[in-house]
């Protein structure tokens, strides 16, 4: 029988950045609910679609009706610095006779999630809008003005009204 499809499985479709990936080929005479067959020569690459850089050239696997390979952290870097996820794609070729078929398929590689790095100890606190008011402008910032402030209606209030009397209420 002759081999006329190729299926190829990975594992997951991302891994981290450095992790590990298996991908299973496998080779059918017939569409790909037809008969398992096993091609003369089976070949792998590994690519970056997204900056279009060679990441393993033509490797041979070994031939039969499935062939599975694995992926090491080698095989999984971001190939640009700062890219934080790049898509990549296993490229299987098999013979069998005269006849050579490829079938591709892809993965994203993720960068990890990069942590600040201050190079100090960072440590959080809440603090009241009242409390540092308080802070900077001390006994001055309840101290009384006195000045008389002036709508454009004519009304009109005195600065040292801070909610207890007047027009303003606390609430």
Not at 25 to 52: E, H, K, L, N, W
Not at 59 to 86: C, G, K, M, N
Not at 116 to 144: C, D, H, I, K, Q
Request: hydrophobic share 35%; charged share 20%; net charge neutral.
């Amino acid at each position: 029988m002759t081999m006329d499809t190729i299926t190829v499985t990975p594992s997951t479709s991302s891994v981290a950045a450095g992790g590990t990936l298996s991908a299973i080929a496998r080779f059918y005479s017939g569409g790909s609910g037809g008969t398992p067959v096993t091609p003369d020569t089976v070949q792998f690459r590994i690519d970056c679609a997204t900056t279009g850089t060679q990441v393993r050239g033509w490797t041979p696997a070994v031939p039969a009706t499935s062939s599975a390979i694995f992926l090491d952290s080698d095989d999984t870097q971001l190939t640009h610095p700062t890219d934080s996820r790049e898509t990549f794609t296993i490229t299987f070729k098999a013979t069998q006779g005269a006849t050579t078929l490829q079938q591709t398929a892809t993965f994203v590689v993720v960068a990890p999630a990069r942590r600040a790095n201050l190079g100090y100890p960072v440590t959080m606190r809440n603090f009241s809008w009242l409390e540092m008011v308080n802070r900077e402008w001390g006994s001055e910032y309840r101290a009384p003005d006195h000045r008389i402030y002036q709508f454009s209606n004519g009304r009109g209030f005195d600065s040292t009204d801070i909610g207890e009397t007047g027009i303003y209420r606390r609430r």
